[in-house]
């Protein structure tokens, strides 16, 4: 490796963890969410798109052990931010939905992301096309 694919590594990284400290700072902030739990919300609104998620396939999205995504999924309903119903297929599996209330709350804090990652998307773009080269 070249001493610019260090630095680009690097700047990168950089990047990254500010937009990461935004986030953590805003969820917090905003609607007093940890990341992961943010990122369970976003998991489950995508998958309620096309098919429900169950805490299986959440663990696997968050890339956490089955006991902690179930403490996340605790922890989200216990905020009345989803539910957990039960599968028409498998009594033994709970699929995962939005309530109302965390349809609002991934709106709002999805808007917000989303525009965070746009203010930030021409330099993370660049370093990205830097690490191709």
Known sequence: MRTED???LGEFR????????FSKDYLRA???LTPEQYEALLAIKAFNESRSLNISELSER???KHHSAISIVDRLADQNLIRREPS?????KRHLELTVKGEEVIEELGVVHR???RAR??????LL???RE
């Not at 950089?14 to 400290?21: C, I, Q, T």
């Not at 028409?88 to 033994?92: G, I, L, P, S």
């Open 6 to 8: 260090y630095v680009t």
């Open 14 to 21: 950089y990047s990254l963890r500010r937009f990461l400290r």
């Open 30 to 32: 905003a609607a007093g």
């Open 62 to 64: 968050l890339q956490v």
């Open 88 to 92: 028409a297929t498998d009594r033994r």
């Open 115 to 117: 525009n965070e990652l």
């Open 121 to 126: 998307s021409a330099e993370m773009i660049k």
């Open 129 to 131: 096309e830097r690490l």
